[in-house]
């Protein structure tokens, strides 16, 4: 049985149909690859999955449980992670903090136990703190651990969002263009935390990337979309190499046209 | 410099994380208990009065600091607490029942108002606090039978078990009590920030996407957030009626919320201890400048008595130069200030260059 399925979605901002019958299923443990020229709505379906856009048409089903009635905020709970395109972290605290942040579908207490700090909040926290160190340890932030996200540069701050999303502890980890601005060695590292995550955590993972040789190294199977449209999926060579995906990337040559 | 050898997670979870600054809050609790032996009457009250200032301003950071939600409408909260707990106290609860349960009243009111409020944020959401603040003005006025109306009611004086804490009669039982009641607060409030709660908090000011994508209730967190601001606010308004013995509706005008604003902007955004400092600024400056005056008359026969709003003028002298050069607040600065002795003599000029940053407490979505 496939871990997330999505059947027929599609979003209409008014006349425009940013994503218009998008269907694809991700199986557990596998790595999913959606690829297409810019404005072709891949990014919309992570907004749609992660329940921040509304979706016009269509269901979308993880586990088995159709999510497309829920609250954004309901989405973490059920194993679901993400990172965004453009870094959404909380600036004004330590990496640490972020990643502890991560950890909050995890709590158990409530603010009155909070503010009493009784020994059950200690506790929880202690074990917290555990689960981020795993995470501070397999993406090596400790130098990075006490400095304010704020002072980060761009690759480290990259990275730390990839930490919060797996402190989270999920089943699903949507990753959007977690190789956008960083260096080949940098997005030689992101290829290999992705198969680790694949292997060691056996996590699944959905996600959007313009690199191609990062496309190539660790996704299993790719999906091609343009203009809200699916083109093509696939294993990355077989998507490549089809007719429609090349003449979305590059345009159709004048002589093919007639 | 001082290098912290962490052996053990709880290092990082505790409140302090050596035993040296225990010591020091050790110190400087002792001398506020002992304070009322060291100064006179007049020194202790405006002491009072500075804690009371501190506990509305930690009532308020809940909000701007850590949640980054503008309020203009905190006075409405001051008059909730005090006219709650005034008319409790009339009804014959004693003060042990009264207080607390004119801080909940208090927010439970703000937390109701906070479901519809919080969907908005920025200008907009200071826009509505100001009209809740302006129609909390008139319902004051209109209820006449417990607030007094336009003439105003005498706080009942202070009695527990039998002691007298009031605020003519005993003043430094009152100053005991109330620094009592500042020191709880700042206890369980620096518990809230080092728990997951205080996190959410911190997490829905920094980035609200990423907080609903993390499993966080944003409505629920920050009407839960304003409404233990206005629960402590209206701690600091019971007190701040006590302490003023006669009041009505005038004492909490725009004015008090805007200085409250001021409290926490000057400060420090987003630190406990700012609200400290930022209420010993706001209610030691116009001591200072009358205390100057008299002793510019005094001394050089210069009479700037006649002057009109100069007390206004210097004021908001020191609030614009804060906010051109010291975004952080005066905790922000004394924090640079230490890192500047603690790796001395290796500071650079541009050190925190990068770091200064406003907080985003006007955000779009």
Same mark, same amino acid.
């Given at each position: 049985m496939s871990l997330l399925d999505v059947n027929d979605l599609a979003v209409h901002f008014g006349g425009v149909k940013a994503v218009d019958g998008v269907s694809f299923s991700v199986d557990p443990g596998e790595v999913f690859a959606i690829i297409g020229p810019n404005g072709a709505g891949k990014s919309t379906i992570f907004n749609l999955i992660s329940r921040i856009y509304e979706p016009t048409r269509g269901t979308i089903r993880f586990d088995g449980q159709d999510i497309t009635g829920l609250k954004a905020h309901d989405i973490a709970q059920l194993g679901i992670a993400r990172t965004f395109q453009n870094i959404e972290l909380f600036d004004h605290s330590t990496v640490l903090a972020n990643l502890l942040m991560g950890r909050h579908t995890h709590k158990s207490t409530n603010f009155v136990q909070d503010i009493l700090f009784l020994p059950k909040v200690r506790r929880e926290e202690r074990e917290h703190r555990h689960r981020v160190e795993e995470v501070i340890e397999f993406l090596e932030l400790e130098a990075y651990r006490n400095k304010m996200i704020a002072g980060l540069p761009y690759g480290v701050r990259k990275v730390v969002e990839i930490g919060r999303a797996l402190a989270l502890g999920?089943?699903?980890?949507?990753?959007?263009?977690?190789?956008?601005?960083?260096?080949?060695?940098?997005?030689?590292?992101?290829?290999?935390?992705?198969?680790?995550?694949?292997?060691?955590?056996?996590?699944?993972v959905l996600m959007v990337e313009h690199d191609m040789s990062l496309v190539n190294q660790v996704s299993d199977r790719v999906l091609a979309v343009a203009n809200g449209k699916p083109l093509a999926m696939g294993t990355p060579q077989e998507v490549q190499a089809h007719p429609d995906v090349q003449a979305a990337y590059l345009g159709t040559a004048v002589g093919d046209a007639a | 410099m001082r290098i912290v050898f962490k052996k053990s997670y709880d290092r990082d979870i505790d409140l302090h994380e050596h035993g040296w600054s225990r010591a020091k809050i050790a110190v400087l609790a002792g001398i506020m208990i002992v304070l009322p032996f060291l100064v006179g009457e007049y020194y202790l009250a405006e002491a009072t009065n500075t804690l009371i200032w501190a506990l509305a301003g930690m009532?308020? &950071?809940?909000?701007?600091?850590?949640?980054?939600?503008?309020?203009?409408?905190?006075?409405?909260?001051?008059?909730?607490?005090?006219?709650?707990?005034?008319?409790? &106290?009339?009804?014959?609860?004693?003060?042990?029942?009264?207080?607390?349960?004119?801080?909940?009243?208090?927010?439970?009111?703000?937390?109701?108002i906070a479901i519809p409020a919080v969907r908005m944020s920025g200008i907009y959401l200071a826009i509505a606090t100001l009209a809740v603040f302006v129609i909390v003005e008139e319902m004051v006025i209109m209820l006449e039978p417990i607030t007094g109306g336009v003439g105003g009611i005498m706080a009942p004086s202070i009695q527990i078990f039998g002691i007298s804490f009031d605020r003519y009669g005993a003043l430094q039982n009152f100053y005991w009590l109330i620094l009592g009641v500042v020191a709880l607060v700042a206890w369980g409030y620096a518990n809230l920030m080092r728990s997951p709660t205080g996190r959410s908090f911190l997490a829905v000011r920094d980035s609200e996407v990423s907080a609903r994508a993390l499993g966080i209730n944003v409505t629920r967190t920050k009407s839960l957030a304003f409404g233990l601001s206005t629960g402590v606010t209206g701690l600091a308004g019971a007190l701040m009626g006590h302490y003023i013995g006669f009041y009505n509706y005038e004492l909490f005008s725009i004015f008090i919320s805007i200085n409250l604003l001021l409290v926490v902007t000057i400060g420090g955004l987003g630190f406990i201890q700012g609200a400290f400092?930022?209420?010993?600024?706001?209610?030691?400056?116009?001591?200072?400048?009358?205390?100057?005056?008299?002793?510019?008359?005094?001394?050089?026969?210069?009479?700037?008595?006649?002057?009109?709003?100069?007390?206004? &003028?210097?004021?908001?002298?020191?609030?614009?130069?804060?906010?051109?050069?010291?975004?952080t607040g005066l905790y922000g600065r004394w924090l640079k200030i230490r890192v500047w002795f603690e790796i001395f003599p290796l500071a650079r000029r541009d050190m925190f260059r990068r770091q200064k940053s406003y907080l985003k407490t006007e955000r779009m979505k």
């Open positions: 999920p089943k699903l980890i949507l990753l959007d263009e977690p190789a956008s601005g960083l260096s080949v060695e940098e997005t030689q590292d992101v290829a290999y935390w992705i198969e680790d995550m694949r292997r060691d955590m056996g996590l699944t | 009532g308020l &950071m809940v909000a701007v600091g850590h949640t980054g939600q503008v309020s203009l409408g905190h006075a409405a909260f001051l008059a909730i607490g005090a006219y709650a707990d005034s008319a409790l &106290m009339n009804a014959g609860l004693p003060f042990l029942l009264s207080f607390p349960i004119a801080g909940l009243i208090t927010g439970i009111f703000g937390a109701i400092l930022g209420a010993i600024l706001i209610t030691a400056v116009p001591q200072a400048i009358a205390i100057a005056r008299d002793g510019l008359n005094a001394n050089f026969g210069i009479d700037l008595g006649s002057v009109p709003g100069l007390d206004t &003028m210097i004021f908001a002298v020191i609030l614009i130069l804060f906010i051109i050069f010291e975004p």
